[in-house]
């Protein structure tokens, strides 16, 4: 099991088109990618151009597969709105265990 929590800050006058391609990203990885078990996107309560992915998939190969989805290249032609790169953090999840949670029902 590998989550990923991403931190991102975007440029404000591109928020449209950032949250249009993280939800189809989000969206698509939930749906269509058996080995992602959790996309969610949020955002801060503090600073609305600061948003973070907390993101779990069910091991490294399914990583690699949610990066040669049609939806990820969504994701990926926005990168621009971005102010900064990207902030990732690899984790492993303890609490709940996979087979208590993660797993797809």
Same mark, same amino acid.
């Given at each position: 099991?590998?989550?990923?929590?991403?931190?991102?800050?975007?440029?404000?006058?591109?928020?449209?088109?950032?949250?249009?391609?993280?939800?189809?990203?989000?969206? +698509?990885?939930?749906?269509?990618?058996? +080995?992602?078990?959790?996309?969610?996107?949020?955002?801060?309560?503090?600073?609305?151009?600061?948003?973070?992915?907390?993101?779990?998939?069910?091991?490294?190969?399914?990583?690699?597969?949610?990066?040669?989805?049609?939806?990820?290249?969504?994701?990926?032609?926005?990168?621009?709105?971005?102010?900064?790169?990207?902030?990732?953090?690899?984790?492993?999840?303890?609490?709940?265990?996979?087979?208590?949670?993660?797993?797809?029902?």
């Amino acid at each position: 099991m590998l989550a990923l929590w991403v931190k991102v800050r975007i440029k404000p006058e591109d928020r449209e088109r950032f949250l249009n391609a993280i939800e189809a990203d989000a969206l +698509g990885s939930e749906r269509d990618e058996p +080995g992602c078990l959790r996309f969610n996107v949020l955002r801060d309560q503090q600073d609305q151009n600061v948003y973070y992915f907390f993101e779990v998939y069910r091991d490294e190969a399914a990583l690699e597969a949610h990066r040669a989805a049609p939806h990820y290249a969504v994701w990926r032609a926005a990168a621009d709105t971005l102010d900064g790169p990207a902030e990732a953090t690899r984790c492993q999840p303890i609490f709940p265990s996979a087979s208590q949670y993660w797993e797809k029902r």
